[in-house]
């Protein structure tokens, strides 16, 4: 089943204003891995199609690492009300969907990875990631996971 994609105004948001495309995804997973910079997470032989270092973007404050980790709502919009990190995420996106649009799973296999890291890997990194599988998760044909490495734990609230 086709889909119809807008050239983006940001990331993943359609722009109404653009002619549509027509475009078949394939079926494919991506596993999206968190870590921290020193985490060698385990691959197992699946291709890597992104591996994005937001060890060098602006940090949450003390006072948030402390309360919150990337699974907070709160922290996630602290780091995206900042502009680095909604051109990182856009230019990730683009990253991703030239590798699904190139992607042959009957040649290459169903599986995908994508590569997160921050320094501890548990505030920008995890943020970072859950933004790209919430977009990337309403395309077609394009599941998502994630995995937290050290693993982490829901919000508090919830």
Same mark, same amino acid.
């Given at each position: /089943? *086709?889909?119809?994609?807008?050239?983006?105004?940001?990331? !993943?948001?359609?722009?109404?204003? +653009? *002619?549509?495309?027509?475009?078949?995804?394939?079926?494919?997973?991506?596993?999206?891995?968190?870590?921290?910079?020193? #985490?060698?997470? #385990?691959? @197992? !032989?699946?291709?890597?199609?992104?591996?994005?270092?937001?060890?060098? /973007?602006?940090?949450?404050?003390?006072? /948030?690492?402390?309360?919150?980790? !990337?699974?907070?709502? $709160?922290?996630? +919009?602290?780091?995206?009300?900042? @502009? $680095?990190?909604?051109?990182?995420?856009?230019? +990730?996106?683009?990253?991703?969907?030239?590798? %699904? #649009?190139?992607? @042959?799973? $009957?040649?290459?296999?169903?599986?995908?990875?994508?590569?997160? @890291?921050?320094?501890?890997?548990?505030?920008?990194?995890?943020? /970072?990631?859950?933004?790209?599988?919430?977009?990337?998760?309403?395309?077609?044909? %394009?599941? %998502?996971?994630?995995?937290? %490495?050290?693993?982490?734990?829901?919000?508090? !609230? +919830?």
């Amino acid at each position: /089943m *086709p889909i119809t994609i807008y050239a983006p105004l940001s990331y !993943g948001l359609p722009n109404p204003l +653009a *002619p549509p495309l027509q475009r078949r995804r394939p079926n494919v997973t991506i596993d999206f891995i968190t870590c921290g910079h020193l #985490d060698q997470p #385990d691959t @197992r !032989g699946i291709p890597c199609i992104l591996r994005l270092n937001c060890i060098d /973007m602006k940090p949450p404050t003390r006072e /948030m690492c402390n309360r919150y980790n !990337g699974l907070d709502r $709160e922290l996630s +919009a602290w780091l995206f009300r900042h @502009r $680095e990190y909604h051109e990182t995420c856009e230019r +990730a996106l683009d990253k991703i969907e030239s590798a %699904v #649009d190139g992607w @042959r799973p $009957e040649r290459h296999g169903p599986r995908l990875v994508a590569i997160v @890291r921050c320094r501890a890997g548990v505030h920008r990194s995890v943020a /970072m990631a859950e933004e790209l599988a919430r977009v990337v998760s309403r395309w077609d044909g %394009v599941d %998502v996971t994630i995995k937290y %490495v050290p693993p982490i734990s829901p919000p508090s !609230g +919830a």
